[in-house]
């Protein structure tokens, strides 16, 4: 018996011809589920070729801003590195201003341990060391300034450089050093 199946197929119905069934009944489930399998893959790589272009698109943004955000960076630190500087001088002239007040303070001290006939006519101080220069009317008072020096608590002695006679006063004059308390 011959049978014949008057129902028009998808094929027909679409494209307009028939296509032999070449396909066995049992192989079509699973060449259904391939095919499904294929068009998943197709559909989920498309989806990933999407948002791995979205990924690169925002990665072009981020690299944008990200490059504008070190140059801000590189001025802030231009600025740290300013105000470092500044704060430095600032901290250089604070010290400098107190190194002042505490040279008039040992040079009025010096000038204090003078006798009333001597008298300074230089005075070199550097970092610690302090020379002095001066003249009197008598060699006596060049005695008494370097043993008055010498009991200065900020200096550890008094020594005499020089004296000589001074025709022109009539005295003498004398170079004397103060060695730094260490």
Same mark, same amino acid.
């Given at each position: 018996?011959?049978?014949?199946?008057?129902?028009?197929?998808?094929?027909?119905?679409?494209?307009?011809?028939?296509?032999?069934?070449?396909?066995?009944?049992?192989?079509?489930?699973?060449?259904?589920?391939?095919?499904?399998?294929?068009?998943?893959?197709?559909?989920?790589?498309?989806?990933?070729?999407?948002?791995?272009?979205?990924?690169?698109?925002?990665?072009?943004?981020?690299?944008?801003?990200?490059?504008?955000?070190?140059?801000?960076?590189?001025?802030?630190? =231009?600025? +740290?590195?300013?105000?470092? *500087? #500044?704060? $430095?001088? /600032?901290?250089?002239? &604070?010290?400098?201003? !107190?190194?002042? %007040?505490?040279?008039?303070?040992?040079?009025?001290?010096?000038?204090?341990?003078?006798?009333?006939?001597?008298?300074?006519?230089?005075?070199?101080?550097?970092?610690?060391?302090? =020379?002095? +220069?001066?003249?009197?009317? *008598? #060699?006596? $008072?060049? /005695?008494?300034?370097? &043993?008055?020096?010498? !009991?200065?608590? %900020?200096?550890?002695?008094?020594?005499?450089?020089?004296?000589?006679?001074?025709?022109?006063?009539?005295?003498?004059?004398?170079?004397?050093?103060?060695?730094?308390?260490?």
């Amino acid at each position: 018996m011959r049978r014949i199946n008057y129902i028009v197929t998808w094929s027909e119905r679409h494209a307009g011809v028939a296509l032999p069934t070449t396909i066995a009944p049992a192989l079509r489930a699973p060449l259904a589920a391939l095919a499904s399998s294929i068009a998943f893959v197709i559909v989920v790589w498309g989806i990933q070729h999407v948002r791995l272009d979205a990924a690169d698109r925002d990665a072009g943004t981020l690299g944008r801003r990200l490059a504008a955000a070190e140059r801000d960076v590189a001025r802030v630190r =231009a600025v +740290e590195r300013d105000v470092a *500087r #500044l704060r $430095a001088l /600032g901290d250089r002239v &604070a010290m400098f201003r !107190r190194s002042g %007040a505490l040279r008039a303070g040992e040079i009025a001290a010096i000038g204090n341990q003078l006798p009333a006939d001597a008298w300074l006519t230089s005075l070199h101080a550097d970092r610690n060391a302090v =020379a002095l +220069e001066g003249g009197s009317v *008598r #060699l006596a $008072a060049v /005695g008494m300034t370097i &043993a008055g020096l010498a !009991r200065l608590p %900020a200096y550890a002695g008094a020594r005499l450089i020089s004296v000589h006679d001074d025709p022109a006063t009539s005295g003498v004059t004398y170079a004397i050093a103060l060695e730094p308390r260490r």
